[in-house]
């Protein structure tokens, strides 16, 4: 930590005094596990290092650990090894436990995976708080699902905005609805209770209305004073049980019935499975009253479901978020998860609000770097909370051709066609990339084309052939490119028209000349003659069209 510190002195490691190493990382660190030199210099590298945004300040860390430990830190063994835990936890996708569809996008054991992959399943052995930074379509959200996926365990998803409420976390009053359901379920619950009477005998306890008697659930038309009619049912019936073993209170007291004695009464005359579903029975009825006669009951949030259930929560783009929203999640994040619902106040049944979270609870957030419009980083404070790790973006060309393929080989086209597809898309994009915007201080260098942008590309070759297999592959993979990202060349900037004309058909020259390989034939100005057609009943532009419906459009007079 001091020769951290003292290099810190000298380079912006750990971005200056906001990201200095604190208390917590080091008692993360410390509560890791580690039992060796070796392992304890890999828990600090993976909890200091990965969390950088520059090579250079990771490099600088990695050596600091390397020397103080002695040690060498192996990135490849730890992330990619056949015997990783990223390996193994990816392999649960191709054993047929879960079904990898499920995610919605291809997944490939791309260096980038398995190294975030790792870092994860890492902090959740530990329970520690999540939080991914990185751009946009690096992969931050897909890890947290695939993990879900695999795990088989549920995943709340709150995408954060600028009117993210507290509520919206943690829950709040909502008025009561569907009180008519609630009265068909008291009715339902009496009808089992008088079963287990027999009715003749609920008869001898109190009367029994007509709609009690009718015993047909679905069909039944509740009066409008059937809830305190089938309440005072059921208190009879409870007082009965009671009154049987000489434990009653008179009923017009309205007191508590102690749980003791009701439960030794009710041995008197039923069996204990009996007689406990009989208590229970009884206590929804109470319950169900209660809520039937509230104007107003607490909803509990997506945060405070997972926590009770022992389930998995993400929290998508969150500094978007308000800071006096996100301060409500410190008492979570510390190590006893604990939250505190003041709103709710405390309840009939005691429940004074405060919620602790579930073992298998697992807290995750992702955000954007701070620096573009409406981007911002966390407060200090908040931020220590979490255990963060960046992650790239994914340049590598190996991994985002493991991607293409993935998702090319889930489709229509054969092993040909898909490899000559993925071998066109991938020079281009190198190309676009490198040549367009390689120049970090030129109006072209936001326009680099991302994971995203690629998958979205195949996609639509997929869609297209799939829908019609006449349509020629090489238009498809024109057409594509258009649609993902030529045609919004220079939107919403203060890019001239004659550049972004200029840098488009450059591309789209670039683009024909690959194509040829996939056997094209477009003309130089594929769009130039734009025509509406309706034959063999489609409407629509060559090669895009729809069918006709069957109804006729009405004639309209226009003045």
């Known amino acids: 930590m001091k020769a951290l510190r003292r290099r810190r002195n000298s380079s912006s490691v750990f971005m200056g005094q906001d990201g200095f190493m604190t208390p917590r990382d080091l008692l993360r660190w410390a509560q890791r596990g580690a039992i060796s030199q070796k392992e304890l210099a890999q828990e600090g590298f993976m909890l200091l290092a990965e969390r950088l945004r520059n090579d250079d300040e990771?490099?600088?860390?990695?050596?600091?650990?390397?020397?103080?430990?002695k040690v060498q830190v192996d990135e490849h063994s730890l992330y990619f090894g056949s015997s990783s835990e990223s390996r193994q936890e990816i392999s649960k996708?191709?054993?047929?436990?879960?079904?990898?569809?499920?995610?919605?996008?291809?997944?490939?054991?791309?260096?980038?995976?398995?190294?975030?992959?790792?870092?994860?399943?890492?902090?959740?052995?530990?329970?520690?708080?999540?939080?991914?930074?990185?751009?946009?379509?690096?992969?931050?959200?897909?890890?947290?699902?695939?993990?879900?996926?695999?795990?088989?365990?549920?995943?709340?998803?709150?995408?954060?905005?600028?009117?993210?409420?507290?509520?919206?976390?943690?829950?709040?009053?909502?008025?009561?609805?569907?009180?008519?359901?609630?009265?068909?379920?008291?009715?339902?619950?009496l009808q089992e209770l008088i079963t287990k009477f027999h009715p003749e005998n609920a008869e001898k306890v109190c009367s029994l209305p007509d709609f009690i008697l009718m015993r047909r659930v679905d069909d039944v038309h509740l009066p409008e004073d059937a809830v305190p009619c089938m309440i005072e049912i059921s208190r009879s019936l409870r007082g009965r049980v009671l009154a049987s073993a000489g434990d009653a209170e008179?009923?017009?007291?309205?007191?508590?019935?102690?749980?003791?004695?009701?439960?030794?009464?009710?041995?008197?005359?039923?069996?204990?499975?009996?007689?406990?579903?009989?208590?229970?029975?009884?206590?929804?009825?109470?319950?169900?009253?209660?809520?039937?006669?509230?104007?107003?009951?607490?909803?509990?949030?997506?945060?405070?479901?997972?926590?009770?259930?022992?389930?998995?929560?993400?929290?998508?783009?969150?500094?978007?978020?308000?800071?006096?929203?996100?301060?409500?999640?410190n008492s979570v994040?510390?190590?006893?998860?604990?939250?505190?619902?003041?709103?709710?106040?405390?309840?009939?049944?005691?429940?004074?609000?405060?919620?602790?979270?579930?073992?298998?609870?697992?807290?995750?957030?992702?955000?954007?770097?701070?620096?573009?419009?409406?981007?911002?980083?966390?407060?200090?404070?908040?931020?220590?909370?979490?255990?963060?790790?960046?992650?790239?973006?994914?340049?590598?060309?190996?991994?985002?051709?493991?991607?293409?393929?993935?998702?090319?080989?889930?489709?229509?086209?054969?092993?040909?066609?898909?490899?000559?597809?993925?071998?066109?898309?991938l020079e281009y994009v190198e190309w676009f990339n490198k040549s367009i915007c390689g120049d970090i201080s030129g109006p072209f260098a936001e326009f680099t084309l991302s994971l995203r942008d690629i998958l979205a590309w195949a996609s639509f070759i997929e869609a297209a052939v799939a829908a019609d297999a006449n349509f020629p592959l090489s238009d498809a993979m024109y057409h594509g490119a258009c649609l993902t990202h030529l045609d919004g060349l220079g939107l919403g900037t203060a890019l001239s028209t004659t550049e972004t004309v200029s840098v488009k058909r450059q591309a789209e020259l670039f683009l024909q000349s690959q194509l040829l390989s996939v056997g094209?034939?477009?003309?130089?100005?594929?769009?130039?003659?734009?025509?509406?057609?309706?034959?063999?009943?489609?409407?629509?532009?060559?090669?895009?069209?729809?069918?006709?419906g069957s109804v006729k459009p009405k004639e309209a007079a226009f003045n």
């Open 93 to 189: 996708l191709s054993d047929g436990s879960c079904d990898p569809s499920m995610l919605g996008s291809p997944v490939a054991p791309t260096k980038s995976l398995l190294r975030l992959l790792t870092l994860v399943l890492r902090c959740m052995k530990r329970r520690e708080p999540v939080l991914l930074v990185g751009e946009t379509g690096c992969g931050k959200t897909t890890v947290v699902q695939l993990i879900a996926l695999v795990r088989k365990a549920r995943l709340h998803v709150v995408n954060c905005h600028a009117t993210t409420e507290t509520s919206d976390l943690i829950g709040g009053l909502r008025p009561v609805r569907g009180r008519s359901s609630l009265a068909q379920k008291m009715y339902e619950i």
């Open 250 to 329: 008179p009923q017009s007291k309205r007191q508590k019935v102690d749980k003791a004695s009701a439960v030794q009464s009710l041995q008197c005359q039923w069996p204990s499975e009996e007689m406990n579903r009989m208590q229970e029975l009884f206590t929804e009825m109470e319950n169900l009253n209660k809520k039937y006669n509230s104007l107003f009951e607490w909803s509990d949030g997506p945060l405070v479901q997972a926590m009770r259930n022992g389930e998995m929560i993400l929290l998508d783009e969150m500094s978007l978020a308000e800071d006096a929203v996100l301060e409500r999640l």
């Open 520 to 548: 094209a034939n477009l003309l130089k100005h594929p769009f130039g003659n734009l025509s509406l057609s309706i034959s063999q009943g489609r409407f629509g532009i060559h090669p895009f069209t729809i069918s006709i």
């Open 333 to 425: 994040l510390e190590p006893g998860r604990t939250l505190v619902l003041a709103e709710k106040g405390v309840t009939s049944d005691g429940e004074n609000g405060l919620i602790v979270a579930d073992d298998s609870f697992q807290l995750f957030a992702t955000m954007n770097p701070g620096g573009d419009f409406g981007k911002r980083e966390l407060s200090p404070a908040l931020r220590s909370r979490f255990t963060e790790i960046w992650v790239p973006p994914v340049e590598d060309m190996t991994d985002i051709e493991l991607v293409l393929q993935e998702c090319l080989a889930n489709g229509s086209l054969n092993r040909e066609a898909s490899a000559a597809v993925a071998k066109c898309v």
């Open 58 to 69: 990771k490099a600088h860390v990695r050596d600091e650990i390397e020397k103080q430990f």
